[in-house]
């Protein structure tokens, strides 16, 4: 099970993400928890998630989530703007998929 | 070349300062306050709305009428009017809590010391507390009151100035003897306060901070200069792909709720609403249709005269999302970020809008905001109406503005489909050579 975790300003653009990537994923035959929060959620809930994501209008989130994410000890990275404006679901599994593998 | 070196100059400068402002110790324990204070307000508003009817002091006799309203105006006057009370608490709560402590003491000791602070007469009868003190008037106090107390609070935690309990002690014992001394200090600092004050010609704090910081920044930011301003910031960052609304409302949402709560105050009075930028002005009238930037108008002008499949495409995908005023997938995918075509309509729209919603508020053509607080997630139209104290003219405003911004557009949009459209004729040629 790959916990894949998205965080932007109030979690409802990437909230959009979420369906998409649960559709890709079942394409895939990966299997994955994918959740999206508000950014003040996205510290607590690093624990529970293999990899973050963050909406590419809150990139300068990065810095600070780095410090949490590296005591949780998961890789993060933002989520690159064209998939974003495309709701590329697929395009934005892979990313993490490559996130956690390369860890 | 220029452009681009231009482009990354500016980013170079805005990153920094969205991360400054986004990430402030201050400012994320403010927007984390509004947010506790949200389903409150939310609730308050539901109550304005429903006592506030259309038609209905026409359809019940007077007396009924006031009845009916009467009944109702405890779900606001409880909630909206006196908001300030919990995202005190919420700063508070936040302040101390990301500094490693007990976040209920540091709520409640930011609570406390407000209310040192604040006049304890009503019409020269000690033992009440005027609730305007709590409400609008008392909102900057409020939060600087609870940003002193919080940080009090902690220095005093930090330097272990606390009662030790012998092992054995039960932890919650030991957890509420271990706030005593912490709280004890802050709220006596906050009584020397206040006895300094009333010897000053302004008699009490919440009078010196409203008199000096209070008035003068609301009516700076109620104005229309400041509003374009805070507008064009927003449609910059966003322009850069930085969500420009977050961290410009870090810094605004005092300004912007407190005038909000000025004209609650008199719309439930029955009085004349003083304020046209309020938080509404801003979250209905700028943002509320279909997002910043406005661009539900957008989405429709694609649907009207897209042929490319590009525009085609991005519309599809943005326009369920757009009618709830989520537009990253149109600002991302359009794309509007670092676009240079769209940089013109994107900046002048929502400027042109701001002035004649203003406009049109001050010549008393359609009313002024009631001081409800409309989720900003709530379709255009109908958070026009909601917004104006359930007045139709909230909803036909909303839909000239769409207008408007659809009229600045076209012209970008029709360029943009062409450009499209000529690539992927030239693709589909290429392809099909193949």
């Known amino acids: 099970m790959k916990n894949i975790l998205l965080a932007c300003s109030a979690g409802m653009s990437t909230s959009l993400l979420v369906s998409k990537m649960e559709e890709a994923a079942r394409a895939k035959g990966v299997e994955t928890k994918i959740w999206a929060v508000a950014q003040d959620k996205a510290e607590s809930e690093m624990e529970n998630a293999d990899v973050l994501l963050i909406g590419p209008q809150m990139r300068f989130m990065k810095n600070k989530y780095s410090k949490v994410a590296k005591e949780a000890g998961i890789p993060l990275d933002v989520i690159d703007p064209v998939a974003y404006g495309r709701v590329d679901g697929e395009a934005v599994l892979n990313k993490a998929l490559e996130l956690m593998e390369k860890k | ?434």
């Open chain 2, 1 to 434: 070349m220029n452009n681009s070196k231009f482009m990354d100059l500016l980013e170079r400068i805005l990153m920094p300062i969205a991360e400054k402002l986004n990430n402030n110790r201050y400012l994320t324990a403010l927007r984390d306050g509004f947010l506790v204070a949200l389903p409150l307000i939310i609730f308050g508003s539901i109550f304005v709305v429903i006592a506030n009817f259309p038609f209905l002091d026409q359809m019940l006799s007077e007396e009924a009428y006031t009845a009916y309203q009467e009944a109702l105006n405890p779900a606001s006057a409880a909630t909206l009017s006196i908001m300030g009370l919990f995202v005190i608490i919420g700063i508070g709560y936040k302040l101390v809590e990301h500094a490693g402590g007990e976040g209920i003491y540091g709520g409640v000791v930011s609570l406390a010391g407000f209310l040192i602070l604040t006049p304890q007469v009503v019409e020269d009868t000690a033992g009440g507390i005027p609730t305007s003190s709590i409400g609008a008037e008392g909102l900057f106090l409020g939060i600087l009151s609870a940003f002193l107390a919080a940080e009090i609070y902690r220095y005093f935690v930090e330097r272990d100035w606390t009662i030790k309990m012998p092992a054995g002690v039960p932890g919650a014992v030991t957890r509420s003897f271990s706030a005593l001394i912490p709280i004890a200090m802050t709220l006596f600092i906050f009584l020397v306060i206040r006895i300094i004050f009333s010897f000053t010609p302004f008699d009490t704090v919440q009078n010196f901070i409203y008199t000096v910081l209070q008035e003068p920044l609301t009516a700076l930011g109620g104005g229309l200069p400041a509003t374009i301003v805070a507008v064009l910031l927003i449609q910059l960052f966003w322009f850069f792909g930085l969500h420009g609304q977050i961290l410009v409302n870090s810094v605004l949402d005092p300004i912007w709720y407190t005038l909000n709560n000025q004209n609650l105050e008199a719309f439930q009075a029955g009085e004349e609403l003083p304020n046209i930028v309020t938080k509404q002005f801003i979250d209905t009238f700028i943002v509320g249709i279909g997002g910043s930037g406005m661009t539900l108008a957008v989405i429709i002008g694609i649907f009207l005269i897209g042929r490319s499949r590009q525009m085609k495409q991005v519309g599809r995908v943005a326009a369920p999302a757009g009618i709830f005023n989520v537009n990253e997938p149109i600002i991302f995918g359009l794309p509007i970020i670092m676009n240079p075509l769209v940089l013109i309509p994107w900046l002048l729209a929502p400027v042109v809008v701001a002035v004649f919603v203003y406009v049109s508020m001050a010549a008393g053509m359609v009313p002024k905001p009631a001081g409800v607080i409309v989720p900003w997630t709530t379709p255009p139209l109908l958070s026009g109406f909601l917004a104006t104290g359930n007045a139709w003219q909230g909803a036909v405003v909303q839909l000239f503005s769409m207008c408007i911004v659809f009229l600045i557009w076209w012209p970008f949009l029709k360029i943009m489909d062409k450009q499209y459209y000529e690539t992927e004729k030239q693709e589909d040629a290429a392809a099909a050579k193949e």
